[in-house]
């Protein structure tokens, strides 16, 4: 079956890197996505990689993937307090577009 | 475009009570996905609509059901509320077949009291 795991809690200074990490573990996930919840809101898509690639950039934000270990990392670079959130790691299998995603990490990002 | 809707944005409810939540996908989707989540979790699937026929169910019990209308909006009931289905319930919408990621919306905050 599928399950994600995240570590809880992440405190990093305003202006350096943050790195959030993700394991999954089903092998036949499409898509891996990371998601931001801000305090009493929705989800937003933050950025997705599909299984076959390895890095993705958006901007601050880098993916990476490492399929053999089924490892999952998110950076954001310069970390501004605005980025203070819970970030998701999610996995989806492909063509089924059923979601399964991690208990989430929360950022703290100390001014 | 408005994205994904949901409606009501809160509700307060009373144990063994019944309750329908509502949500409008992004135009052009024709999937809805439902998941909840419960305080400090991540989100959990409870089932997908596809063509009005509920195509994919999560670990959750019959007391949750759904529908979806010929315009792909979709309801989610749940009847007989206990205390643990306090939660935010989230509505995402996709279209099938498509390499497209699913929108979610902003959630409905169900209280059960």
């Known amino acids: 079956g599928e399950d994600v795991e995240q570590s809880l809690f992440l405190s990093v200074r305003e202006g350096d890197s943050s790195v959030i990490n993700c394991t999954y573990t089903d092998s036949s996930s499409t898509y891996l996505y990371w998601y931001k919840q801000e305090p009493g809101a929705g989800l937003q898509l933050l950025t997705y990689i599909f299984s076959n690639m390895d890095m993705k950039q958006d901007q601050r934000l880098t993916v990476l993937l490492n399929k053999k270990d089924k490892h999952l990392s998110l950076r954001i670079a310069d970390t501004q307090t605005g980025d203070s959130a819970i970030y998701f790691c999610?996995?989806?299998?492909?063509?089924?577009?059923?979601?399964?995603f991690g208990t989430g990490t929360k950022l703290q990002v100390i001014p | 475009d408005a994205g994904v809707t949901q409606s009501p944005t809160h509700l307060i409810k009373t144990r063994g009570q019944q309750v329908t939540l509502r949500c409008s996908p992004k135009s052009g989707h024709d999937t809805v996905s439902w998941y909840q989540q419960a305080l400090g979790q991540g989100p959990q699937f409870i089932f997908q609509?596809?063509?009005?026929?509920?195509?994919q169910r999560g670990n959750f019990p019959d007391r949750f059901s759904g529908h979806q209308f010929p315009n792909y909006s979709s309801e989610l009931n749940v009847n007989a509320l206990l205390l643990g289905d306090s939660a935010l319930y989230l509505c995402?919408?996709?279209?099938?077949?498509?390499?497209?990621?699913?929108?979610f919306g902003q959630g409905t905050r169900l209280t059960v009291v």
């Open positions: 999610a996995e989806e299998p492909g063509g089924y577009q059923k979601v399964t």
């Open positions: 995402a919408s996709s279209l099938v077949g498509g390499n497209t990621e699913a929108f």
């Open positions: 609509y596809y063509e009005e026929e509920e195509r």
